[in-house]
Nanobody
Framework: QVQLVESGGGLVQAGGSLRLSCVFS????????MGWFRQSPGKEREFVAA????????YYLDSVKGRFTISRDNAQNTVYLQMNSLKPEDTAVYFC????????????????????WGQGTQVTVSS
């Protein structure tokens, strides 16, 4: 069974940075595309960023392009989300997710495309 454990959330002032990490275990990491989602109270879970199995392809929510960077280390079974120039509207619980995919270049963006989810880590950006 796949397990995902996120870390790195916290409280930061607007304009600051945080780096989220997600450690994957239980299966072969390189067989999975990885994604980050977020959810605020009263809102649906929202796609933020995703990366292909090899790491060669990435995709982002428009509002985070140029500020967030997703990356992965297949040797360390870890996916990262570097978040810079944070804004109060980035405040949410951030979830890591894994999608088993036969295609190395696939970059899934839908919630239903993902098979496993972490427990989430809170990110709060103060104004």
């Amino acid at each position: 069974q796949v397990q995902l454990v996120e870390s790195g959330g916290g409280l930061v002032q607007a304009g600051g940075s945080l780096r989220l990490s997600c450690v994957f275990s239980g299966r072969t990491f390189s067989y999975y595309a990885m994604g980050w989602f977020r959810q605020s109270p009263g809102k649906e879970r929202e796609f933020v960023a995703a990366i292909s199995r090899s790491g060669s392809g990435t995709y982002y929510l428009d509002s985070v392009k140029g500020r967030f960077t997703i990356s992965r280390d297949n040797a360390q079974n870890t996916v990262y989300l570097q978040m810079n120039s944070l804004k109060p509207e980035d405040t949410a619980v951030y979830f890591c997710a894994a999608a088993h995919n036969l295609y190395a270049s696939a970059i899934p963006t839908g919630v239903l495309s993902y098979d496993y989810w972490g427990q989430g880590t809170q990110v709060t950006v103060s104004s």
